[in-house]
């Protein structure tokens, strides 16, 4: 089955550089993402990886995906207090039934320290 | 603002209560998600409906039902209310055809039930 394990808590300083991590189980998922969920609102989809990728950059953000070891992380470059937030990571994969199934992680909790 | 919007923000409901919860989304996102987002947890995957039929289904009892409308807006029902039911509700819509590259999500409506 599908299961996806993060880290629940992350401290930086501002300025520093953010690394959260995710592990998960489906050798069979061909997406995987990272979402942010500030206090109160919904989830924010900040990048995705198509599964034959190991890495993507986009500005601040850096996705690093080592298929064999199951293993994705999320590097946010120069962190700022607006990044405090939580950071899930989830999976997806198409189902038997022709849908989309993502499957999310508990959520890392970013805190940046001024 | 993401174009998803769910109605209403807030709900307290009485156990054994039916509840009806909306999500009306862009034009041209003929795919939604249900989600189950309890505190301090990742979201847990109700169900997708896909031009009106549901074509997926999670680890959720026949009490959470759906609809989907031709105007891509779409309701979440439940019926027979139990405490733990108490969550914040999320929708995700999208077109089938880029579903994968991520999804739109409401804000959500925290629902508490006493």
């Known amino acids: 089955g599908e299961d996806v394990e993060q880290s629940l808590f992350l401290s930086v300083r501002e300025g520093d550089s953010s690394v959260i991590n995710c592990t998960y189980t489906d050798s069979s998922s061909t997406y995987l993402y990272w979402y942010k969920q500030e206090p109160g609102a919904g989830l924010q989809l900040l990048t995705y990886?198509?599964?034959?990728?190991d890495m993507k950059q986009d500005q601040r953000l850096t996705v690093l995906l080592n298929k064999k070891d199951k293993h994705l992380s999320l590097r946010i470059a120069d962190t700022q207090t607006g990044d405090s937030a939580i950071y899930f990571c989830a999976e997806s994969k198409v189902d038997s039934g022709g849908y989309q199934k993502v499957t999310f992680g508990t959520g890392t909790k970013l805190q940046v320290i001024p | 603002e993401t174009g998803v919007t769910q109605s209403p923000t807030h709900l307290i409901k009485t156990r054994g209560q039916q509840v009806t919860l909306r999500c009306s989304s862009q034009s041209g996102h003929n795919t939604v998600s249900w989600y189950q987002q309890a505190l301090g947890q990742g979201p847990q995957f109700i169900f997708q409906?896909?031009?009106?039929?549901?074509?997926g289904r999670g680890n959720f009892p026949p009490r959470f039902s759906g609809l989907q409308f031709p105007n891509y807006s779409s309701e979440l029902n439940v019926n027979a209310l139990e405490l733990d039911d108490s969550a914040l509700y999320l929708c995700a819509t999208g077109n089938r055809t880029t579903f994968s590259y991520g999804y739109t999500f409401g804000s959500g409506t925290r629902l508490t039930v006493v």
């Open positions: 990886i198509f599964s034959n990728m």
């Open positions: 409906y896909y031009r009106e039929e549901e074509n």
